[in-house]
């Protein structure tokens, strides 16, 4: 019963380095989402893949890209990581629209950019 | 544009009495609505839902309110105990089945 899972757990950068932040679930989900967490700031939507094969932006795209691998898999990559970055990253995923769609969330990725 | 607004940051009650938590949104696309919880250093967990073409839902402790006319609900919890302790995030919902959530509020039981 793994859910979502998220790896890596903590991460730091030094400002202008990249990585990929990665996500998989296990739930045959269509839809997968990427949100980021910061103080005062509530949840806001980085990017979503509605199903295998699409990725549209968030509220929050700048800086950030996607790839949508499989339909297990959605992953988050940090081009040249900026102090504003820094933030808790969490990866959900639902099913199909047309009924209460509630999503499952990962544990997260603390990321610091210094 | 906040499209979903919990305006308490923060709430305080006593173990046992009603914990109210409230949840405002402008979106009138919105039709379904759902409350998660959330621990430091862990994910949001979802706790309750409610759909628009309802007013009320209940499960255990916790009784979800919607008032479609206010653009309103409310989550309450009775009676609170310590490990309700957490933030709470409201969260809305619609064909589109992007869930775009509240800044959340912290949500003290004190023993």
């Known amino acids: 019963n793994a859910g979502v899972t998220q790896t890596p757990k903590f991460q730091v950068l030094k400002t202008g380095q990249s990585m990929t932040l990665q996500c998989a679930q296990d739930?045959?989900?269509?839809?997968m989402y990427w949100y980021r967490q910061d103080p005062g700031m509530g949840l806001r939507l980085i990017y979503y893949?509605?199903?295998?094969?699409?990725?549209d932006k968030g509220e929050v795209p700048n800086g950030y890209n996607v790839s949508r691998l499989n339909k297990r898999e959605f992953s988050l990559r940090l081009e040249s990581a900026a102090p504003s970055q820094t933030s808790v990253y969490f990866c959900?995923?639902?099913?199909?629209?047309?009924?209460?769609?509630?999503?499952?969330f990962g544990q997260g990725t603390r990321l610091t950019v210094v | 544009d906040q499209q979903v607004k919990q305006n308490s940051p923060s709430l305080s009650v006593q173990e046992g009495r009603i914990s109210i938590l409230n949840c405002d949104y402008t979106?009138?696309?919105?039709?379904?609505f759902l409350w998660y919880k959330k621990y430091p250093a862990e994910g949001p967990t979802f706790l309750i839902s409610?759909?628009?073409?309802?007013d009320k839902n209940e499960d255990g402790r916790f009784t979800v309110f919607l008032n479609k006319s206010a653009k309103h609900l409310s989550l309450h919890i009775v009676p609170s105990q310590p490990g309700d302790s957490a933030v709470y995030f409201c969260?809305?919902?619609?064909?589109?089945?992007?869930?775009?959530f509240g800044k959340g509020t912290l949500l003290t039981v004190n023993p």
């Open positions: 979106n009138s696309m919105f039709d379904y």
């Open positions: 893949s509605a199903s295998e094969g699409t990725t």
């Open positions: 959900a995923s639902n099913s199909l629209p047309g009924r209460i769609a509630e999503a499952f």
């Open positions: 409610i759909s628009s073409i309802k």
């Open positions: 969260a809305a919902g619609g064909s589109n089945y992007k869930l775009t």
């Open positions: 739930m045959n989900h269509n839809s």
